[in-house]
Protein backbone atom coordinates (compact mmCIF):
# COMPACT_ATOMS: atom_id res chain seq x y z
CA UNK A 1 0.00 0.00 0.00
CA UNK A 2 1.45 3.75 -0.98
CA UNK A 3 2.38 5.64 1.76
CA UNK A 4 1.15 9.11 1.19
CA UNK A 5 3.45 10.55 3.91
CA UNK A 6 6.69 9.49 2.16
CA UNK A 7 8.13 12.56 0.20
CA UNK A 8 8.17 12.05 -4.15
CA UNK A 9 11.38 11.30 -5.26
CA UNK A 10 11.95 14.61 -7.07
CA UNK A 11 11.86 13.72 -11.07
CA UNK A 12 15.53 13.86 -13.11
CA UNK A 13 16.59 16.86 -15.21
CA UNK A 14 18.07 16.52 -18.42
CA UNK A 15 21.04 18.93 -18.41
CA UNK A 16 21.07 19.79 -22.24
CA UNK A 17 17.65 20.86 -21.73
CA UNK A 18 18.59 22.71 -18.37
CA UNK A 19 21.95 24.14 -20.37
CA UNK A 20 19.38 24.90 -23.28
CA UNK A 21 17.42 27.11 -20.51
CA UNK A 22 20.69 29.39 -19.00
CA UNK A 23 21.66 30.23 -22.82
CA UNK A 24 18.32 31.91 -23.43
CA UNK A 25 18.96 33.48 -20.00
CA UNK A 26 22.03 35.10 -20.68
CA UNK A 27 21.04 35.87 -24.15
CA UNK A 28 17.87 37.08 -23.65
CA UNK A 29 16.11 35.52 -26.88
CA UNK A 30 16.20 32.25 -28.92
CA UNK A 31 17.38 33.32 -31.43
CA UNK A 32 20.98 34.98 -29.90
CA UNK A 33 21.16 31.68 -27.47
CA UNK A 34 21.30 29.31 -30.84
CA UNK A 35 23.81 31.42 -32.04
CA UNK A 36 25.74 31.03 -29.12
CA UNK A 37 25.27 27.05 -28.30
CA UNK A 38 25.65 26.60 -32.09
CA UNK A 39 22.06 24.39 -32.71
CA UNK A 40 19.11 25.76 -35.18
CA UNK A 41 16.48 27.57 -33.21
CA UNK A 42 13.92 24.97 -33.71
CA UNK A 43 15.71 22.49 -31.49
CA UNK A 44 16.99 25.00 -28.95
CA UNK A 45 12.69 26.10 -28.60
CA UNK A 46 11.69 22.17 -28.43
CA UNK A 47 14.44 21.93 -25.41
CA UNK A 48 13.16 24.70 -23.57
CA UNK A 49 9.48 23.38 -24.42
CA UNK A 50 10.69 19.86 -22.81
CA UNK A 51 11.89 21.93 -19.97
CA UNK A 52 9.03 23.43 -19.37
CA UNK A 53 6.90 20.16 -19.81
CA UNK A 54 8.90 17.72 -17.56
CA UNK A 55 8.18 21.07 -14.58
CA UNK A 56 5.15 21.86 -15.40
CA UNK A 57 5.10 25.55 -15.81
CA UNK A 58 6.27 28.01 -18.66
CA UNK A 59 9.33 29.44 -17.56
CA UNK A 60 9.41 32.74 -20.35
CA UNK A 61 7.25 35.17 -21.88
CA UNK A 62 6.89 36.87 -24.96
CA UNK A 63 7.99 40.98 -24.23
CA UNK A 64 8.15 42.59 -27.76
CA UNK A 65 11.07 40.42 -29.69
CA UNK A 66 12.50 38.85 -26.33
CA UNK A 67 11.51 36.86 -23.42
CA UNK A 68 11.38 37.80 -19.96
CA UNK A 69 11.42 34.91 -17.01
CA UNK A 70 8.43 33.79 -15.77
CA UNK A 71 8.40 33.67 -11.77
CA UNK A 72 9.00 29.71 -12.06
CA UNK A 73 12.09 30.86 -14.29
CA UNK A 74 13.13 33.12 -12.15
CA UNK A 75 13.07 30.50 -9.45
CA UNK A 76 15.16 28.47 -11.33
CA UNK A 77 17.68 30.20 -12.75
CA UNK A 78 20.08 29.92 -9.79
CA UNK A 79 19.85 26.80 -9.18
CA UNK A 80 20.29 25.84 -13.02
CA UNK A 81 23.86 28.10 -13.09
CA UNK A 82 24.59 26.08 -9.36
CA UNK A 83 23.98 22.54 -11.89
CA UNK A 84 26.83 24.65 -14.72
CA UNK A 85 29.16 25.12 -12.71
CA UNK A 86 29.44 21.43 -11.05
CA UNK A 87 28.96 19.99 -14.58
CA UNK A 88 32.02 22.05 -15.85
CA UNK A 89 33.72 21.21 -12.53
CA UNK A 90 32.86 17.21 -13.24
CA UNK A 91 34.24 17.59 -16.54
CA UNK A 92 37.48 19.07 -15.26
CA UNK A 93 37.86 16.34 -12.74
CA UNK A 94 37.06 13.59 -15.25
CA UNK A 95 39.63 14.32 -17.50
CA UNK A 96 42.42 14.07 -14.59
CA UNK A 97 46.17 13.69 -15.67
CA UNK A 98 46.06 11.81 -18.64
CA UNK A 99 49.06 12.15 -21.25
CA UNK A 100 47.47 14.16 -23.90
CA UNK A 101 46.94 16.55 -21.64
CA UNK A 102 50.40 17.58 -21.87
CA UNK A 103 51.77 20.48 -24.04
CA UNK A 104 50.83 24.62 -24.55
CA UNK A 105 47.81 25.95 -24.72
CA UNK A 106 47.65 29.82 -25.80
CA UNK A 107 45.31 32.14 -24.65
CA UNK A 108 44.58 35.96 -25.38
CA UNK A 109 43.28 38.44 -22.69
CA UNK A 110 42.95 42.34 -22.56
CA UNK A 111 45.12 44.23 -20.79
CA UNK A 112 43.25 44.94 -18.20
CA UNK A 113 41.63 41.56 -17.87
CA UNK A 114 45.16 39.65 -18.24
CA UNK A 115 46.88 41.70 -15.07
CA UNK A 116 43.58 41.76 -12.52
CA UNK A 117 41.18 38.59 -13.89
CA UNK A 118 43.16 36.23 -15.06
CA UNK A 119 46.03 35.56 -12.74
CA UNK A 120 44.19 33.81 -9.92
CA UNK A 121 42.28 31.48 -12.26
CA UNK A 122 45.49 30.57 -14.39
CA UNK A 123 47.26 29.82 -11.04
CA UNK A 124 44.91 27.07 -9.57
CA UNK A 125 44.82 25.73 -13.45
CA UNK A 126 48.77 25.67 -12.85
CA UNK A 127 48.38 23.76 -9.84
CA UNK A 128 46.15 21.45 -10.85
CA UNK A 129 47.60 20.60 -14.42
CA UNK A 130 51.47 21.31 -14.32
CA UNK A 131 51.69 19.78 -17.50
CA UNK A 132 49.91 22.26 -19.39
CA UNK A 133 52.04 24.91 -20.36
CA UNK A 134 50.60 28.53 -21.04
CA UNK A 135 51.14 31.29 -23.43
CA UNK A 136 49.45 34.53 -22.82
CA UNK A 137 48.58 36.90 -25.67
CA UNK A 138 47.59 40.23 -23.85
CA UNK A 139 46.48 42.35 -26.39
CA UNK A 140 43.05 44.72 -26.72
CA UNK A 141 42.51 43.91 -30.29
CA UNK A 142 40.31 41.04 -31.46
CA UNK A 143 42.96 37.83 -32.86
CA UNK A 144 41.67 36.03 -35.36
CA UNK A 145 41.27 32.49 -33.80
CA UNK A 146 40.33 30.99 -37.09
CA UNK A 147 43.84 31.68 -38.08
CA UNK A 148 45.81 30.02 -35.33
CA UNK A 149 46.75 33.62 -33.23
CA UNK A 150 45.59 31.89 -30.38
CA UNK A 151 43.76 28.85 -28.99
CA UNK A 152 41.38 30.34 -26.39
CA UNK A 153 39.88 34.02 -26.18
CA UNK A 154 38.74 35.61 -23.34
CA UNK A 155 37.05 38.84 -24.50
CA UNK A 156 34.62 41.33 -23.73
CA UNK A 157 32.23 41.38 -26.81
CA UNK A 158 30.42 39.00 -28.87
CA UNK A 159 32.57 37.01 -31.45
CA UNK A 160 31.70 37.76 -35.07
CA UNK A 161 33.39 34.82 -36.53
CA UNK A 162 32.22 31.63 -37.73
CA UNK A 163 33.82 28.78 -36.35
CA UNK A 164 33.80 29.52 -32.81
CA UNK A 165 32.29 27.67 -29.88
CA UNK A 166 31.52 31.09 -27.94
CA UNK A 167 29.70 31.03 -24.40
CA UNK A 168 28.83 34.47 -22.75
CA UNK A 169 30.07 34.50 -18.73
CA UNK A 170 28.05 37.03 -17.55
CA UNK A 171 29.06 40.50 -17.11
CA UNK A 172 31.73 42.55 -15.02
CA UNK A 173 31.12 45.76 -12.86
CA UNK A 174 33.04 48.82 -14.38
CA UNK A 175 33.50 51.88 -12.84
CA UNK A 176 35.09 55.48 -12.73
CA UNK A 177 38.16 55.53 -10.07
CA UNK A 178 40.16 58.17 -8.98
CA UNK A 179 42.82 57.93 -6.27
CA UNK A 180 41.83 59.21 -2.46
CA UNK A 181 44.74 61.72 -3.04
CA UNK A 182 43.51 63.26 -6.54
CA UNK A 183 39.99 63.88 -4.81
CA UNK A 184 41.42 65.45 -2.24
CA UNK A 185 43.02 68.18 -4.76
CA UNK A 186 39.30 68.53 -6.03
CA UNK A 187 36.90 69.32 -2.77
CA UNK A 188 36.46 65.47 -1.93
CA UNK A 189 34.33 64.37 -4.39
CA UNK A 190 33.64 64.64 -8.24
CA UNK A 191 30.30 66.54 -9.89
CA UNK A 192 29.24 64.54 -12.90
CA UNK A 193 27.42 67.67 -14.03
CA UNK A 194 31.11 69.70 -14.63
CA UNK A 195 33.13 66.96 -15.81
CA UNK A 196 35.42 69.58 -17.35
CA UNK A 197 36.47 70.50 -14.08
CA UNK A 198 38.98 67.02 -13.51
CA UNK A 199 41.88 65.10 -15.04
CA UNK A 200 41.00 62.16 -16.90
CA UNK A 201 42.90 59.41 -18.15
CA UNK A 202 41.68 58.88 -21.28
CA UNK A 203 42.56 56.24 -24.63
CA UNK A 204 44.98 58.09 -27.25
CA UNK A 205 44.36 56.46 -30.59
CA UNK A 206 41.62 54.61 -29.50
CA UNK A 207 37.54 56.01 -29.53
CA UNK A 208 36.55 53.50 -27.07
CA UNK A 209 35.89 56.15 -24.36
CA UNK A 210 34.80 58.48 -26.41
CA UNK A 211 31.92 56.78 -27.50
CA UNK A 212 31.13 55.43 -24.37
CA UNK A 213 30.73 59.48 -22.54
CA UNK A 214 28.77 60.06 -25.57
CA UNK A 215 26.14 57.31 -25.12
CA UNK A 216 25.34 59.00 -21.46
CA UNK A 217 25.18 62.33 -23.25
CA UNK A 218 28.41 64.22 -22.70
CA UNK A 219 29.88 65.31 -26.18
CA UNK A 220 33.27 65.31 -25.74
CA UNK A 221 36.02 64.80 -28.20
CA UNK A 222 39.84 63.80 -28.00
CA UNK A 223 41.11 66.82 -26.11
CA UNK A 224 38.74 66.24 -22.94
CA UNK A 225 41.65 63.85 -21.35
CA UNK A 226 44.28 65.03 -19.99
CA UNK A 227 46.25 62.03 -20.42
CA UNK A 228 46.17 59.43 -23.26
CA UNK A 229 47.46 56.09 -23.04
CA UNK A 230 45.97 53.03 -25.20
CA UNK A 231 47.83 50.83 -22.61
CA UNK A 232 45.30 50.15 -20.22
CA UNK A 233 47.53 48.67 -17.62
CA UNK A 234 49.93 51.88 -18.01
CA UNK A 235 46.42 54.16 -17.80
CA UNK A 236 44.97 52.50 -14.65
CA UNK A 237 48.44 52.83 -12.68
CA UNK A 238 48.65 56.72 -13.83
CA UNK A 239 44.70 56.87 -11.26
CA UNK A 240 46.60 55.16 -8.90
CA UNK A 241 49.21 57.37 -8.97
CA UNK A 242 46.91 60.05 -8.38
CA UNK A 243 46.77 61.54 -11.51
CA UNK A 244 43.17 61.58 -12.32
CA UNK A 245 40.28 59.86 -13.27
CA UNK A 246 40.60 56.39 -14.93
CA UNK A 247 37.85 53.35 -15.98
CA UNK A 248 38.54 49.82 -14.84
CA UNK A 249 36.65 47.00 -13.02
CA UNK A 250 35.70 46.90 -9.45
CA UNK A 251 38.15 44.21 -9.28
CA UNK A 252 41.14 46.19 -10.20
CA UNK A 253 39.82 48.75 -8.13
CA UNK A 254 39.86 46.25 -5.30
CA UNK A 255 42.98 45.47 -5.92
CA UNK A 256 44.31 49.14 -5.33
CA UNK A 257 44.18 50.59 -2.19
CA UNK A 258 42.72 53.95 -2.21
CA UNK A 259 41.05 53.82 -5.63
CA UNK A 260 37.17 55.29 -4.85
CA UNK A 261 34.20 55.07 -7.50
CA UNK A 262 33.56 58.75 -8.90
CA UNK A 263 30.27 58.27 -10.76
CA UNK A 264 27.20 56.62 -10.38
CA UNK A 265 27.09 53.14 -11.50
CA UNK A 266 24.61 53.73 -14.18
CA UNK A 267 26.83 56.11 -16.03
CA UNK A 268 29.12 53.27 -16.66
CA UNK A 269 27.93 50.13 -18.36
CA UNK A 270 29.23 46.85 -17.13
CA UNK A 271 31.49 44.80 -19.36
CA UNK A 272 30.20 41.60 -20.91
CA UNK A 273 32.68 38.38 -20.53
CA UNK A 274 33.04 36.39 -23.67
CA UNK A 275 34.98 32.88 -24.06
CA UNK A 276 35.66 31.25 -27.21
CA UNK A 277 37.31 28.60 -29.06
CA UNK A 278 37.79 27.15 -32.69
CA UNK A 279 35.08 24.41 -32.87
CA UNK A 280 37.71 21.87 -33.48
CA UNK A 281 39.61 22.43 -30.59
CA UNK A 282 36.83 21.23 -28.29
CA UNK A 283 38.11 17.62 -29.28
CA UNK A 284 41.14 18.10 -27.86
CA UNK A 285 41.29 17.08 -23.63
CA UNK A 286 43.91 19.86 -22.93
CA UNK A 287 42.02 22.60 -24.55
CA UNK A 288 38.72 21.44 -22.93
CA UNK A 289 40.78 21.21 -19.54
CA UNK A 290 41.71 25.15 -20.34
CA UNK A 291 38.39 26.04 -21.57
CA UNK A 292 36.61 24.62 -19.01
CA UNK A 293 38.90 25.74 -16.12
CA UNK A 294 38.54 29.37 -17.24
CA UNK A 295 34.52 29.22 -17.37
CA UNK A 296 34.31 27.90 -13.98
CA UNK A 297 36.48 30.88 -12.36
CA UNK A 298 35.46 33.61 -14.90
CA UNK A 299 31.56 32.38 -14.10
CA UNK A 300 32.69 32.57 -10.04
CA UNK A 301 34.18 36.02 -10.70
CA UNK A 302 31.14 37.09 -12.39
CA UNK A 303 28.69 35.59 -9.60
CA UNK A 304 30.52 37.59 -6.63
CA UNK A 305 30.42 40.72 -8.92
CA UNK A 306 26.66 40.62 -9.35
CA UNK A 307 26.32 39.97 -5.87
CA UNK A 308 28.71 42.70 -4.41
Known amino acids: MHDSSTPERPQAVDWALVRAFLAVVEAGSLTAAAVTLGV ?62 AGSVRLTASEMTAAFVLPQILSELRRRHPEIQLELAVSNRLENLLEGEADIAVRHARPKQGGLVARRLGELRLGAFAHESYLARVGGRIDPATPERYDWIGLDRSDLLLRGFRRV ?56 VWLSTRRELRGSARMRVVFDHLAVGLQALVAQEGAG
Not at 56 to 76: D, H, I, Y
Not at 230 to 258: E, K, L, N, S
Open 40 to 101: SQPTLSRQVAALEASIGSPLFERVGRGLRLTAAGQALTAPARQMQTAANEFAVAALGQSREL
Open 217 to 272: GWKVGREFFAVRCDDQVAGWQMAVAGMGIGFGTHIAARACPGMREVLPAAMVPPLP
